[in-house]
């Protein structure tokens, strides 16, 4: 048993995919395994957190210690978040869709041989964008950026359009996407910190060991 320095912090973690409804039975996905945020959780949790966990559709088992709920869409995951308030620490790891189809077919769309069904997307709420301007905004909120190019200037631009505290910065060029380990950057106000090539579980622990310095 280590220390507890986020024992009476409430701690809310997005992580995994979204995935947005076309009609009953398809939908539109991302290859997000949900790893990073998981383990993020947990490892939040071992420092003593009260962590809420909203999970997007992964296969993964709950980290021990972990409030979880299960949600498929972002709007769900908007509204989930929003029922985790008020926290004091918020890291939004999930890879939400951009887009939703506007409007979901209400029974399964026919292939009828002629036409191609007229899918039109719609916007999905930027949840870490918006619970950055909450009114009861975490006191930390981090942000998570995955690039394949220029990954720290992108970053640092997303640390200012979204208003999030941090942005964790990871360099998915190679192999990361479901992958075990992760490279990634930890940006904000103060600079940028490179970290070494670790798996996601020690990018984890690092990261709750910089929040509990952060907010404990
Ligand atoms: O804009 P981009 O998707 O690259 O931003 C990634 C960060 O924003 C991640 O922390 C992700 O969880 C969050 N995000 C969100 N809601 C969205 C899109 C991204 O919370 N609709």
Redo the contacts with the bound molecule.
């Keep these: 048993e280590g220390a507890r320095p986020l024992a009476g912090k409430r701690a809310v973690v997005?992580a995994g995919p979204t995935h947005e409804p076309i009609d009953p039975v398809r939908y539109i996905a991302n290859r997000s395994s949900g790893r990073q945020g998981f383990a993020i959780a947990e490892a939040l949790a071992a420092l003593g957190a009260d962590v809420t966990l909203v999970a997007g559709p992964v296969t993964l088992p709950a980290p021990r210690n972990v409030r979880r709920i299960d949600v498929e869409s972002?709007r769900e995951?908007?509204q989930a978040v929003e029922d985790a308030l008020p926290a004091d620490i918020a890291v939004?790891?999930?890879?939400?869709?951009?887009w939703r189809v506007a409007e979901e077919a209400p029974t399964k769309l026919k292939k009828d041989g002629a036409s191609l069904p007229p899918l039109t997307l719609a916007e999905?709420?930027?949840?870490?964008?918006?619970?950055s301007m909450h009114d009861r905004r975490p006191r930390l909120v981090?942000?998570?950026?995955?690039?394949t190019d220029n990954v720290v200037d992108h970053a640092s631009a997303?640390l200012a359009?979204?208003g999030?505290d941090w942005?964790v910065a990871n360099d998915v060029s190679g192999d990361v996407m479901g992958g075990a380990d992760n490279r990634v950057h930890l940006v904000t106000a103060g600079g940028v910190e490179d970290w070494p090539d670790l798996p996601k579980s020690e990018v984890a622990r690092r990261l709750a060991d910089r929040i509990a310095k952060e907010c404990a």
């Design positions: 997005t972002a995951m908007r939004m790891v999930a890879a939400v869709a951009d999905n709420p930027d949840i870490l964008a918006e619970l981090v942000g998570f950026a995955a690039e997303k359009r979204k999030c942005i």
